[in-house]
């Protein structure tokens, strides 16, 4: 059955380093894609970078970057010169090929950025 | 502007009565769910709308239904509502276009069963 893990619940860092989060799956699908999703303090649910399992390179936007490791079933999210306004909830999600739109969701990672 | 709305946005109910959640999309997005969240638990899927009368259940549907009769507006219904059922209720869209199935979100329904 599918699953997403991220066992961090939550990360407290300086301004302006570095982050990861961490993200684990369960498919036994070949074929699928792997989504960060922000959630701020106010609710809303931004997504921000994307995975495709097929792809070998790592996924790169902005200051997000993403650790692909496929033999691990791992997915780390990579936020390089954080600044508060990074501060918020992340959420790794999975959709298998097969399954038309179906994402399912971790538990979410909170992240506090100091000044 | 890509957009994914949701109405209302607060909403305090009695247990028994009857609760309508509304969600629209100015995307033409073939796709929509409804998810509800939980602190500690993510977002859970209630359903999925394939399309107009093409509806198919997530993960936790009992207790709700859903009704989509235009591609831009996708229901939730709570038929006699219970107190278990509070909680923040978000909306999303996505295009089969997009092979990845990118969900956009709404902002959201809080919502409290007494």
């Known amino acids: 059955a599918q699953k997403v893990t991220q066992t961090q619940t939550s990360i407290s860092v300086v301004e302006k380093t570095t982050v990861t989060m961490d993200c684990v799956y369960e498919t036994r699908d070949s074929s699928y894609f792997l989504f960060w999703y922000k959630q701020t303090a106010s609710g809303e649910i931004v997504f921000l970078i994307r995975?495709?399992?097929?792809?070998?390179e790592n996924a790169t936007v902005g200051h997000y970057s993403l650790n692909f490791q496929k033999p691990k079933s791992s997915i780390g999210l990579i936020i390089t010169a954080t600044q508060i306004e990074d501060s918020a909830v992340y959420f790794c999600?999975?959709?298998?090929?097969?399954?038309?739109?179906?994402?399912?969701f971790g538990q979410g990672t909170k992240l506090s950025i100091k000044p | 502007d890509m957009k994914v709305t949701q109405m209302p946005r607060y909403l305090i109910k009695r247990m028994g009565e009857n609760v309508l959640l509304e969600c629209g999309q100015d995307?033409?997005?073939?796709?929509m769910y409804w998810y509800r969240q939980d602190p500690g638990l993510g977002l859970q899927l209630i359903y999925i709308?394939?399309?107009?009368?093409?509806?198919s259940e997530g993960d936790i549907p009992k207790g709700y239904r859903v009704s989509r009769k235009k591609r831009e507006h996708f229901s939730l219904i709570l038929d006699s509502a219970k107190t278990n059922q509070t909680s923040v209720y978000f909306c999303a869209s996505s295009s089969s276009r997009d092979s990845s199935y990118e969900q956009y979100f709404g902002p959201g329904t809080r919502l409290t069963v007494l």
């Open positions: 999600a999975m959709r298998e090929h097969y399954n038309q739109g179906k994402l399912i």
């Open positions: 995307m033409s997005h073939e796709t």
């Open positions: 995975q495709d399992s097929y792809k070998k």
């Open positions: 709308s394939y399309d107009v009368d093409s509806n």
